[in-house]
Structure formats: structure tokens, C-alpha cells
């Protein structure tokens, strides 16, 4: 069955302060990782890491596919209250049309 | 550009009470769609996909049942609701050529 674990469950820090967040998984024919921010109710798309596509980076945010390893990070810098969300980790298959989530890392930036 | 629609926002429902919940999407044709719930703690729990009209793969065994009568329109029903079916809801779409899953803004269900 595929798998994913996001870690930490949860994460305070100070504005300005830089995070990782991190995405371990077990899926079968792997095709693609996405991270996801969760605010207040619908989940909005950040990322897509494939085989061909392992490094992604806008503004502040910026993620990292490690196949070898079977996980991702994603990296924050410089971080603003605004940042403050639920950060979700999915993965897919190519036999599959569906996503499997992670439980999500809650990270709040205090000012 | 795609949108997607999904309500209503909020419900409070009795147990024992039906339930149906509605999710269309507009400016795309023959997309995925997909029933989400996401209780706390618990991440994103797939209840439901469809790859097109009456197609509905079932994930989790329970009571709530799902139809797409439409191409663009995704119904998440019970006939009898229990204190466990309350939770957040999210209806999401995508296409073959957009991999990335598009989530509606969600039901909280409160089953009392």
C-alpha cells in the first residue's frame, strides 16, 4: 500500500527564521511528489517533483526530490506569518488515479 | 480558466439525517474528480474518484455513497449519517494533462 510521512507534525519558529519540512513515501511506480498549502480551506498547489524534474524553487519556497532516498524536503526562508499553514505532501503513481496524502506538517510563524 | 464549486460551506446535520453534498467544476471537460475528507490529525483521506460519467471507484467501506451524473458534477451522498461521517470535505479535480489536484474550498460537516 502507498505510503507518506510528512515530519514534524507541527513546527513554531520566529518570523525570519528558515524551515525544512520533510516527505518521506513508499508508492509503487513512482510519477510524481506535490506539496500543497493549506491555509484555511482549500489546499493550493506549490510544487510538482518528478523524475525529470527534482529541484523547484519560487520566491522563498523551494523543494527537493531524493529518489534515491524516497523523500523530499521542502524549504523555507525567511519566513512571514503569512506562512503559517498546513503543508501537505502527496505522491502518485503511474497505475493510479489518485493521490496519496500525508497527515501534513502545521507550521506557524510567530512575528 | 477551471474553476470548481463546491457546497455548501458549512452543515450541521442529526445523525441518522441523509446528506449530499455537491462539487461541479467549469471550464474543463472530462476531468478526474475526487471525494477528500480530512479529519485532525488524520490528513487527507481519499473516499472517492471518477475517471467519467458513472465511474466511481470507492476507497474506504462505510456509508456514504458517490455519483457523477454529469461530466462535471461530483455528488457525495448519505442516506444515513453517523457521528463519525463529520469532518472537512474537499471535492478536487484534475486532467491527464495537468497532473496537479485542484480542491474546492470545502464542507465542514458537524454531525450532532
Known amino acids: 500500500e502507498d505510503k507518506v510521512v510528512q515530519s514534524p507534525l507541527s513546527l513554531v519558529v520566529h518570523e525570519g527564521d528558515t524551515v525544512t519540512l520533510n516527505c518521506s513515501y513508499e508508492?509503487?511506480?513512482?510519477?510524481?511528489l506535490l506539496w500543497y498549502k493549506q491555509e484555511k480551506k482549500a489546499p493550493t498547489f506549490l510544487f510538482m517533483l518528478t523524475s525529470s524534474g527534482i529541484e523547484k524553487k519560487s520566491g522563498r519556497l523551494s523543494s527537493i526530490l531524493d529518489k534515491k532516498e524516497l523523500s523530499s524536503i521542502l524549504n523555507i526562508t525567511a519566513t512571514q506569518t503569512g506562512d503559517s499553514a498546513i503543508y501537505l505532501c502527496a505522491v502518485e503513481s503511474w497505475w493510479s488515479e489518485k493521490l496519496v496524502f500525508g497527515k501534513g506538517t502545521k507550521l506557524t510563524v510567530n512575528p | 480558466s477551471q474553476t470548481i464549486h463546491q457546497w455548501p460551506a458549512t452543515l450541521v446535520q442529526p445523525v441518522g439525517s441523509p446528506l449530499s453534498l455537491e462539487c461541479t467544476v467549469e471550464g474543463t471537460s472530462n476531468p478526474n474528480l475526487y471525494w477528500y475528507r480530512q479529519a485532525a490529525g488524520r490528513g487527507l483521506q481519499l473516499l472517492f474518484y471518477?475517471?467519467?460519467?458513472?465511474?466511481i471507484s470507492s476507497e474506504v467501506p462505510q456509508n456514504l455513497s458517490a455519483s457523477r451524473p454529469q461530466d462535471r458534477q461530483f455528488i457525495l451522498s448519505s442516506k444515513k449519517l453517523l457521528l463519525s461521517d463529520s469532518g472537512f470535505y474537499l471535492c478536487?479535480?484534475?486532467?491527464?494533462?495537468?497532473?496537479?489536484?485542484?480542491f474546492g474550498n470545502g464542507t465542514r460537516l458537524t454531525v450532532t
Open positions: 478536487a479535480w484534475s486532467s491527464l494533462e495537468d497532473s496537479p489536484l485542484h
Open positions: 471518477s475517471v467519467g460519467i458513472g465511474q
Open positions: 508508492v509503487t511506480n513512482f510519477r510524481s
